[in-house]
């Protein structure tokens, strides 16, 4: 057993400071242990979000040392632990209080996307037929916990707040699993470009990187969302066919 | 004053039954809130694993209602509401059909069906699923379809209190975790949906949200439990490093060709088979291995026996010296290299968050070596008692679907009936509560019940905090109740914990917190207490009355099945002086037509 200190952010987006906890470390602890067990035993009325512990519901993202992660998937082996381990909320979205941001703003940029709208069923019970083959590339998609660490380390959000016109990889990921899903037939080109602002993406490829699912963010999704745009308009063919077709 | 807002359904949880049961309602017309206490999509439905239970016959094409319906009663050792049971193995099909129609993308037949794997007690193939991550599939489908059915979501929020008018609910009380204001909903009719209880226990699959919120509520509004002693501890939890004993391993690594063994190395799942399984179990593991792999001749492997027997064989290898170092047994899914050429590949697509979840929190190659696991509070099968076709609670106006309430899974639940349950109930919670308040108009609210419940919730900002803080107490209680109420369970250790919790009511009631109402996890925690006081002394009631071993409940002290209490189920409620009445009332019989079922699958 050794004691640890955690510098946590306490306080709001507005006024707060880091106050220095000790605690000790036992076998196998992650972060968000060490952050319950300061709650429990010296401040009882600290704020942090958690669900699972197990990296599946995407609840207790935070900046460990800077670095946006689940506190539930960071063991403290991985830390170094001779000097404080500094942990503060998300930095995209504002705080509400100590570790936990207010993310309502994702919420409502999913809102803005249209829902799914499938096919006619293919079989009489009213399901449909598709293969495995044509479905991994949507279920990679759908792995999402919406943890919300791509949106915090994107720079369009965290350093340009382009909160207004930029909706995240979270949801280029989002829009493609719908217009990747081999039944959609719902075409989202339009607001791709216009109201989700994919053209602000410059393949940074940072999404990716901190992602804990490991979806292949802008490789797989963004990429090929950005083709479509650059298909539909400034395809001289495909722009005609539009203008024709209304679509 | 309390902000008031009004909606002719107020649904209380959004997992699976509480988005389904919104999006129900929003479909009869009526206006619908949906209040949670964590955010929207975190809800503990999407932690399930395995999958979900329908007979779709995608795999196995002799598997029909008839047939899932016969293995739930078997399952449930016949104390399941058999109404219920039937409406389940009904309904599951065309519950899955219409997910896949909102958008969720389920793993694949070779043929492009819904793929159905093998699970515990289920006798055909049959929990669709999406690798091991079949519940974020169900949430998030929920979830993206529901946002846009017209339903308000309040999320962070935790109701605290029911308001009634007369015998009638007509709202709740609750405060928003981010500043601590009071909000007060008003409503013809309320659907709980608040899930399970597990953190009455200390080592547990569940997250901070089981509190049994929803079971005290509806108690304390005047509703009846049923069937509490009934708690499933899951055989397969990890039990090492520390902080993450408790954490589910699913059945799925089971169903996969995952085999159990001790430290001498040998398979003791064979060694103890119940009687009613004989017929349908293996003979050999050679067998096992090809029913796993899908060959229709073989039986099923003992790891896939009922949860309640596997718990308690692993139980009796620990006890009896034969565990793993750290208290558990092995469970091993690398040995099927054996078998199978690409088997690293293969684990890592059909079980991928629990390779995930071992190499990131145990160091553990689930590929390469065996994992360490041992039994977890995982599932109440007890909770709030509501009617089959309608789930109205025993309270006019209150209904429950989901985990938090009883019937459908009688002493035992199999694996992959929950999710299916949740969209079943939850659909027929939905209507049914809307219609409710289509009949109805609005009740009064009783300014009286709303300032009351409001000064009981701020009493612990006035108290000192030189006492036992709300962690402290909470951690007293579950350590309690998984030395004396967990899976082995004596006469003498059962009353002990009754007495344990009524002196821990009193400390309950000095509990002090400091700071202010701002998203305050001291407060919320305290404010929690009462819910797991209730339901864990109903839990151990329960359990002393029924003085016989049947599924999920096992008592050391007579450890048969009894026939005369296979009759019967146990009641909670709360009586007129406001103390707990326990009581066995007799099961009502199973009519005839579903009998003859039972009889032609047995
Ligand atoms: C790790 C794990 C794996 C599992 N795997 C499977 C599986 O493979 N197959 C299967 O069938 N089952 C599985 N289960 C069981 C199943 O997941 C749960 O029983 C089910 O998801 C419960 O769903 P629910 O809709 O009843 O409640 P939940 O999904 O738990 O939702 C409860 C909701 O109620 C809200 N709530 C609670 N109290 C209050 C309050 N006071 N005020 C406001 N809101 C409140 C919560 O915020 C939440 O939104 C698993 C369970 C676990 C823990
Ligand atoms: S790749 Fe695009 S979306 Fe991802 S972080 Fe970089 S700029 Fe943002
Ligand atoms: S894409 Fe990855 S990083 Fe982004 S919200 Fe989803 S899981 Fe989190
Ligand atoms: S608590 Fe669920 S991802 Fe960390």
Known sequence: MASVTFRIWRGDGETGEFVEYSTDITEGMVVLDAVHQVQAESANDLAVRWNCKAGKCGSCSAEVNGVPRLMCMTRMTDLPTDVPVTIEPMQAFPTLKDLVPDVSWNYEAKKQIKPFKPRTPDNEDGSWTMYQEDVDRVQEFRKCIECFLCQDVCHVLRDHHKHEEFVGPRYFVYTAALEMHPLDTEDRTEELKKAFGVGYCNITKCCTVVCPEGITITDNAIIPLKERVADTFYDPIQWLIRKATGK | ?602
Not at chain 2, 70 to 81: F, H, I, L, P
Not at chain 2, 133 to 142: F, K
Not at chain 2, 386 to 394: A, C, H, I, L, W
Not at chain 2, 525 to 549: C, G, W
């Open chain 2, 1 to 602: 004053m309390a902000e008031t807002k009004e909606y002719d359904v107020i649904v209380v949880g959004a997992g699976g039954a509480g988005l389904r049961a919104a999006i129900e309602a929003s479909a009869h017309g009526v206006s619908v809130g949906l209040i949670c206490k964590s955010l929207l999509g975190k809800a503990h439905t999407v932690m399930a694993e395995g999958g979900m239970a329908a007979s779709l016959a995608n795999v196995d094409s002799r598997d029909n209602w008839k047939v899932h319906f016969a293995d739930t009663m078997r399952g449930g050792q016949y104390g399941n509401n058999s109404t219920m049971a039937a409406h389940h193995a009904r309904e599951a099909p065309d519950r899955v059909r219409e997910l896949e129609a909102w958008g969720a993308v389920f793993d694949r037949t070779q043929e492009g069906r819904i793929l159905q794997r093998n699970f515990g007690g289920h006798r055909y193939p049959r929990l669709a699923h999406v690798g091991d991550r079949t519940g974020l599939e169900m949430i998030r489908t929920l979830q993206d379809h529901g946002i846009h059915q017209g339903v308000d979501v309040h999320m962070e929020v935790t109701i605290f209190h029911v308001l009634k008018d007369g015998d009638r609910v007509v709202g709740v009380v609750a405060y928003d975790r981010e500043r601590g204001r009071f909000r007060v909903f008003k409503a013809k009719a309320v659907v709980f949906a608040t899930g399970g209880i597990g953190r009455a226990y200390k080592v547990t699959s569940n997250s901070w949200e089981y509190t049994g919120d929803g079971q005290s509520l509806a108690y304390h509004a005047g509703a009846e439990l049923i069937d509490m002693e009934y708690v499933q501890f899951h055989p397969t939890g990890m039990v090492w490093p520390p902080s993450v004993r408790g954490i589910l391993v699913t059945e799925g690594v089971r169903g996969e060709g995952g085999v159990l063994r001790n430290s001498e190395n040998r398979r003791f799942m064979f060694d103890d088979i119940p009687d009613l399984y004989k017929d349908q179990t293996a003979d050999t593991p050679e067998e096992g291995w090809k029913y796993t792999q899908g060959d229709k001749e073989s039986r099923r492997p003992p790891e896939l026996l009922t949860r309640d027997h596997v718990a308690r064989c692993i139980m009796r290898e620990v006890r009896d010296g034969r565990g793993s170092p750290h208290g558990g047994v092995f469970l091993d899914i690398a040995w099927i290299k054996k078998n199978l050429p690409d088997a690293e590949n293969h684990i890592k697509r059909k079980l991928p968050s629990m390779y995930h979840q071992f190499k990131e929190l145990a160091g553990i190659d689930i590929t390469k070596e065996p994992m360490e696991v041992g039994p977890t509070t995982h599932y109440a099968m007890g909770g709030i008692r509501v009617d089959g076709d309608s789930q109205m609670s025993t309270v006019p106006g209150l209904f429950a679907a989901g985990e938090c309430a009883a019937g459908l899974h009688g002493a035992n639940r199999l694996g992959g009936n929950s999710l299916s349950d949740l969209v079943v109930f939850g659909k027929r919670a939905g209507e049914h509560a809307a219609l409710f308040a289509k009949e109805n108009g609005w009740g009064t609210i009783d300014q009286g019940q709303v300032d009351s419940a409001q000064k009981t919730a701020l009493a612990p900002f006035d108290r000192p905090t030189n006492a036992e803080g709300p962690f402290q107490v909470q951690y007293a209680l579950q350590e309690k109740m998984q030395d004396l109420v967990g899976i082995v369970r004596r006469d003498d250790e059962l009353k002990q914990a009754v007495d344990f919790i009524s002196g821990l009511r009193t400390k309950a009631e000095a509990v002090g917190v400091s700071g202010n109402r701002e998203y305050n996890g001291g407060w919320h925690t305290a404010l929690d207490l009462d819910n797991l006081l209730i339901v864990s002394e109903a839990i151990a009631r329960s359990a002393v009355q029924r003085q016989e071993s049947r599924g999920a409940h096992f008592r050391d002290d007579y450890p048969e099945k009894d026939e005369s209490w296979g009759k019967k189920r146990s009641v909670t409620r709360k009586a007129a002086d406001g103390s707990m009445e326990v009581f066995a009332e007799d099961l009502p019989p199973i009519p005839s037509e579903l009998q003859q079922i039972i009889e032609e699958n047995r």
